[in-house]
């Protein structure tokens, strides 16, 4: 049996990624802190005899792990602009620290290593799509940087362990991801707008819209990290959906699949705030034989009926 430690295995792409690891009969590991992760998204995971959880700061406690490793999924860290922003030495920590700690975990067990490491690597970028060839553009002292540059930070780290020990590692660059467990109000633009639109309040849209992104539906990121998870690729290898948004397309969307009657509202650009966002996938097809398979509109559909199930709506029905 496959046994696979996850950090940040109670977070929105953590918790699916356990979920699935489990479902295909492996054995898995969740180590989180709950800072931003929560109880309530790995509750059904609770009563399985293949799933445990590690309690406790991914820099410090993953020297109580025991027994055989098969692989290491490393996604411990604030991933949205509320979380990073207010936690700014804790994400600089969890992309330093946390990441070698997890790094020597895996040398020491021989097992494969996986960094989810993200699409803010290219910063505001001067080159789209963008391919992972490209450096990208990052002011390294801005608000965001604490994000950006503790994953390029990750990233630097993860290539000196493969270089210099021979460490079986790679790297996955996720693009903005969505789904059912995102947390309301945490600064992602795709729960903001359904909460707002099933409140019948508002939607906020920064700048004046134009920016550009692409969304994927968790389960298509899941399906890639589970590839990543399974082969030798050493990456980076871009997961993300192509098909690219206006922001304020996409609000448009959310209203007409909601039946919402909300306005809009604008505020100014966050500062580092991405113009455009699209992935070239032409690696993840030709290296983990990977694309999205779920569109923008079937994805919203399941996202806002589980925020319906969390009891956003009901006010307004």
Known sequence: MRRHIVTGGAGFIGSHLCEALVERGDAVMCVDDFSSGSEENIRALAGSGLFQVLHGDVCSVLDEVDGPVSAVAHLASPASPADYLTHPLETLAAGSRGTEAALRLAQAQGARFVLASTSEVYGDPLVHPQREDYWGNVNPVGPRSVYDEAKRFSEAMV???????????????????????LRAGDGRVVSNFIVQALSNQPLTIYGDGSQTRSFCYVDDTVSGLLRMLDTDVPGPVNLGNPAELHVAELAQLVLHLTGSSASFVYRPLPEDDPTRRRPDVAKAKELLGWEPSVTAEEGLKRSIEWFRSQGFGLEAS
């Open 159 to 181: 290539a000196a362990f493969r270089r210099t020990l021979g460490l079986d590692a790679g790297i996955v660059r996720i693009f903005n991801t969505y789904g059912p467990r």
